[in-house]
């Protein structure tokens, strides 16, 4: 009894030092030049992202990482196999949604 005890608190212990994998991923669904906002296309609804450095991605572009949480995001371009950095302003939008929020940003 012990010993499953033992064992059950082993696999707690690990689990709390381990990061849950949050990749997501989605495919760069609109991005014009002049703007540095762009729509990335996810399983779970629309993105809407500001490109802040790193690899520009380009419409059709699938990019990988976290895009289901606000705030500055490192991500992943499989196509290029760079990094770039995003700002993720909202996310889980409608088509709609999202594009009347890029609107506003990018008259």
């Not at 849950?20 to 729509?39: F, H, L, N, Q, R």
């Not at 909202?90 to 609107?103: G, I, P, R």
């Amino acid at each position: 009894m012990a010993r499953n005890i033992s064992f059950a608190l082993l696999g707690l212990i690990a689990l709390a030092f381990t990061e849950p994998s949050m990749a997501e991923s989605g495919v760069v669904a609109y991005y014009k030049t002049g703007c540095d906002y762009y729509i990335v296309s996810t399983n779970q609804g629309f993105s809407l992202l500001e490109w802040y450095g790193g690899d520009d991605p380009m419409e059709g572009d699938t990019l990988t990482g976290n895009m289901m949480a606000y705030g500055m995001q490192t991500l992943v371009n499989q196509r290029t196999e760079n990094e770039t950095q995003a700002w993720v302003d909202d996310f889980l939008l409608t088509q709609d949604t999202v594009l009347e929020s890029y609107q506003e940003q990018c008259r």
